[in-house]
Every structure is written in C-alpha cells, then in structure tokens.
C-alpha cells in the first residue's frame, strides 16, 4: 500500500515536472534574450540560464519518475526505484556546468561594468518569474514531502532556488539602475553558489543510496527496528540489522534468536508481528527479511 501510493504522488509529481519544463524554459527564453539584446543585463542572462538549465532538471527528473513507477521484473529485482537517484545526480552534474558558465559571465561583468538598460522592464519580468517559480517549488516540496523521492526533492528545492535567484535578479536591476552596476555581476556570483551548494549536496546524498551506505537517518532507523525487536514476545534478542535505502524505500534484514523449541508456524507469526509494528513505525520499510535461529546457536 505505500508503494502504491507513493507511484501514485510519483505520477503527481511528473505531472508538475512536466509543467516546469514548459513554464522555466518560456521564462528562460524570454530573460535572456531581453538580457542580451536590450537589457545588457548579467544578472538577468544568468537567471535566464539558470530558469532553462532549472527546466533541463525537471526534465530529467520527469523522466526518472517514468522509471520509478515500473514495477520489479527477472533483469531488476529490487524494482527501479535508485533510477530516480541517478536522475538526481545527471541532474546535479547540468546545474554544476551551468553554475561554472554563469559564474565566467559574472566575472566580465565584475571586472568591466556596464550601464543597465531598461532595468525596469527586466525586473517585472524577474519578478514574474520568481513568483511562478516559488508557486511551482512549494508544490513540489508538499509532493516530496508524501513521497521522500530524492529526484521529487531536488527538483523541488531547485525550482525554488530559481524563484529566489529570479528575485535576487531583481534586486540587482534595481540597485543597478540607480548606479551600481557592479551588483549585476555581485548577484551573478550569489545566483552561481546557490546553484553549486544544492548540486553539490545533491550528488552526495544520492551517490550514498547508490552504494547502499547507511547514514545517521538509516542508523537512527536501524536502532528503531532493533529496540521494537528485542521488544516483541517470544524473542530472546535481535542481533543484525542490515538496512539500505533503495530510492524512497528501505530493504533489509535482521536476525533473531528464539527458544529452539518454537515450531515454524509460531516463528512465522513473530515475523508477520514484526513486521506490523515496523510499518507502524516507519512506514519507508518496504522489505524486511526476518532470519530465525535457535537461541543457543548465537553468535558470541
């Protein structure tokens, strides 16, 4: 049942990363090319830049959510679930490269200001591309917020992270057009370290899932399974935990020690116990395998 509606917010997500696709690279189009050709603005081609490379992102999410909903088959038989981590990190990789380009342009601007044209113009725009880009974002952070999809996560925060760097744009207008050009190439830098922060951290918590590491959230819910185990009537003591998060889900397994006289039947309902307190508990649990051997065949 979680798995179900997890697809279920997954196939809601894609639907809103479809949209962001179209809506940032229309806003994009129309930033850099006012920022090129009339405006002369940095701060505005970056954001244009940045608006078209948030889209790219979305795009790479939406088709990793394609991936995730597919269910296990004979080739994957976890399921395709870290497909949506490698999504995260391609997407990651085209935030970083375009942070690098926005941050070459910036440094031109910084070393040989020049006078903004038409910066009222070029902040409404601005303007109305924050205001679109937050809307969007906030919605995707409520869907990450059902689903822990990392890709949902990304995709939320640097749609959010655009709005921002699109008002920061407009700041720079502003403070530009009553004579300080050199904010242009100041907010230029700013709109470059966001850009790198969120692609840096994304890399690093995805490239943890891909090599099945456990860090303090899954430690944290590794010491939860033990204690609900060692808590459970019938069991002596749990000894191993082993737990890996495979996309939004966790998989793994735990051993148990039981009186050498409890037939299969009865270990079996242990197990079925055990694993209803687990859904209870954390409900990301998708698969647990439960190992039962005799209490004095532990291991010292």
């Known amino acids: 049942m979680v798995i179900k509606d997890k697809r279920h917010i ?9 949209l962001t696709v179209v809506v940032l690279t229309i806003l994009g189009v129309i930033q850099i090319i006012l920022g090129e050709t009339i405006s002369k603005s940095v701060a505005l081609t970056a954001n244009g830049i940045d608006c078209i490379g948030d889209g790219f992102v979305s795009g790479i999410v939406w088709i990793g959510l394609r991936f995730f909903r597919r269910p296990a088959d004979h080739k994957f038989h976890y399921g395709y679930y870290k497909l949506e981590n490698l999504s995260a990190i391609a997407a990651a990789i085209v935030m970083i490269v375009l942070a690098s380009f926005i941050v070459y342009r910036s440094y031109i601007q910084f070393a040989d200001p020049h006078e903004i044209k038409l910066p009222t113009m070029g902040a409404i725009v601005a303007l109305l591309a924050a205001l679109i880009a937050w809307g969007l974002g906030v919605k995707k952070y409520l869907e990450w917020k059902q689903s822990r999809l990392s890709s949902v996560k990304l995709d939320a925060f640097n749609t959010i ?10 700041i720079a207008l502003i403070v530009s057009a009553i004579g300080y050009p050199v904010a242009d190439a100041v907010v230029g830098f700013i709109i470059a370290a966001i850009i790198l922060s969120i692609g840096f951290a994304t890399i690093k918590e995805s490239s943890y899932i891909l090599v099945d590491a456990c860090d303090t959230e899954c430690i944290a819910h590794g010491q939860v399974i033990k204690r609900t185990v060692d808590q459970t009537e019938g069991v002596k003591s749990a000894k191993i935990v082993r737990l890996r998060r495979t996309g939004p ?26 694993i209803s307190q687990l859904n209870k508990t954390i409900p990301d649990i998708e698969h647990l395998t439960v190992v039962a051997l005799p209490d004095e065949e532990r291991k010292t």
Do not use: P
Request: aromatic share 2%; proline share 0%.
């Open 10 to 18: 997954a196939n809601q997500a894609q639907k809103v990363a479809g």
């Open 161 to 170: 992270k655009d709005g921002t760097a699109s008002f920061l744009a407009v």
């Open 249 to 274: 889900v966790l998989q793994g397994e735990i051993e148990i020690h039981v009186s050498k006289n409890m037939s299969i039947s009865e270990v079996d309902k242990i197990r079925k116990k055990i």
